[in-house]
């Protein structure tokens, strides 16, 4: 079975985001071996400067670039990003065992997104939406896109 992860940045304070995200991955349970990573996010103060923002970002990544196995797909969630169909995404997962991996993480950055050192050192660049979204928020998006993606992959109707 496929190994999904997902690591991001901050953690859930609001019940509403908590729920949503935990039917998705009760969902998930049927199509891959699941985890999650929550990593501390930096905080900063209420009108960060450019440099301020950037040394944040930097002491994520540190341990961002920690927490990632070698031996999966690592996708950057990230606006400048590829945007895919369902479709498109659910062939990303059945490529991953041809490739020679074991699983798929997604990194989800803080408020302020993703450090360029933890961007690079992903195989992919994947964007949502040129909308913005709250990363809460888009950490439920991806959970469903992802439950999404395996239904597509195991013909099921879910994604019609």
């Keep these: 079975m496929l190994q999904v992860e997902i690591i991001y940045l901050g953690g859930e304070k609001e019940s509403y985001y908590k729920d949503a995200a935990s039917e998705y991955i009760k969902r998930l349970g049927a199509f891959c071996t699941f985890s999650e990573k929550v ?8 009108n960060p400067s450019e440099n301020v923002i950037n040394a944040a970002l930097e002491k994520e990544a540190d341990r961002v670039l920690a927490e990632l196995k070698h031996k999966n797909l690592k996708i950057a969630m990230c606006i400048e990003g590829k945007q895919m169909s369902s479709e498109e995404l659910a062939e990303v997962f059945d490529s991953v065992p041809m490739r020679g991996l074991s699983g798929i993480t997604f990194i989800i950055g803080s ?5 360029e050192r933890v961007k690079k050192a992903c195989d992919l660049r994947l964007s949502m939406s040129k909308m913005t979204f709250p990363h809460r928020l888009a950490r439920v998006m991806l959970l469903e896109q992802i439950y999404r993606g395996f239904s597509i992959c195991a013909g099921k109707k879910y994604h019609k």
Excluded: H, R, Y
């Design 111 to 115: 408020s302020e997104g993703l450090s």
């Design 39 to 46: 990593i501390k996010d930096e905080k900063l103060p209420q």
